[in-house]
T-cell receptor
Framework: DSGVTQTPKHLITATGQRVTLRCSPRSGDLSVYWYQQSLDQGLQFLIQYYNGEERAKGNILERFSAQQFPDLHSELNLSSLELGDSALYFC??????????????FGPGTRLTVL | AQSVTQLDSQVPVFEEAPVELRCNYSSSVSVYLFWYVQYPNQGLQLLLKYLSGSTLVESINGFEAEFNKSQTSFHLRKPSVHISDTAEYFCAVSVPMNYGGSQGNLIFGKGTKLSVKP
């Protein structure tokens, strides 16, 4: 158990809908990262938050957004869903946001299926 | 930009045999290198990492990886595998902040599925 929790574990929805994925980092970790894992694209970095502020953006679509709350949990919002958004979404956390060698601890993921 | 290539998508091997999972990276600056493992239906776990110093790094469960700068490789090896090593293995890089890296975000390869058979 990494100490990172993600809910829900599975999510099935229809095209055009909006969903919210939730992540709670390990106790004491200030940085949260979101990754998307799909069969064709592999594991791709989406976005990072550090202590409530956006720190870095990767291959995140404009239809997707995220935020980190004062209690450090984070939510990833996916809207106008398309079939191609079906993937496993991972959240990871690390102690700080300023060192690229800090270990990232991954949650178990949320499997999103868009029908 | 950085990229990571894992040359084998699947590696089947018999129990107690040696294994090597290959990883090559492309970067114009120095990078940190990582191997993560994903067991079935679980998240990723850090297996080992290379930051600096000795080019050979080891994990607690018998895996080792060697950083080869001239060949831009970071291959993962184990001299004798167990059934429990069956998992998907991901090689990843991140760019240090002093080389313009963006806060430690990991760039992953596509993964190698290791299947250990009895």
């Amino acid at each position: 158990d990494s100490g990172v929790t993600q809910t829900p574990k599975h999510l099935i929805t229809a095209t055009g809908q909006r969903v919210t994925l939730r992540c709670s980092p390990r106790s004491g970790d200030l940085s949260v990262y979101w990754y998307q894992q799909s069969l064709d694209q592999g594991l791709q970095f989406l976005i990072q938050y550090y202590n409530g502020e956006e720190r870095a953006k990767g291959n995140i679509l404009e239809r997707f957004s995220a935020q980190q709350f004062p209690d450090l949990h984070s939510e990833l919002n996916l809207s106008s869903l398309e079939l191609g958004d079906s993937a496993l979404y991972f959240c990871a956390s690390s102690v700080s946001g300023g060192a690229s060698y800090n270990e990232q601890f991954f949650g178990p993921g949320t499997r999103l299926t868009v029908l | 930009a950085q990229s990571v290539t894992q040359l084998d998508s699947q590696v089947p091997v018999f129990e107690e045999a040696p294994v090597e999972l290959r990883c090559n990276y492309s970067s114009s600056v120095s990078v940190y290198l990582f191997w993560y493992v994903q067991y079935p239906n679980q998240g990723l776990q850090l297996l080992l990492k290379y930051l600096s110093g000795s080019t050979l790094v080891e994990s607690i469960n018998g895996f080792e990886a060697e950083f080869n700068k001239s060949q831009t490789s970071f291959h993962l090896r184990k001299p004798s595998v167990h059934i429990s090593d069956t998992a998907e293995y991901f090689c990843a890089v991140s760019v240090p902040m002093n080389y313009g890296g963006s806060q430690g975000n990991l760039i992953f390869g596509k993964g190698t599925k290791l299947s250990v058979k009895p």
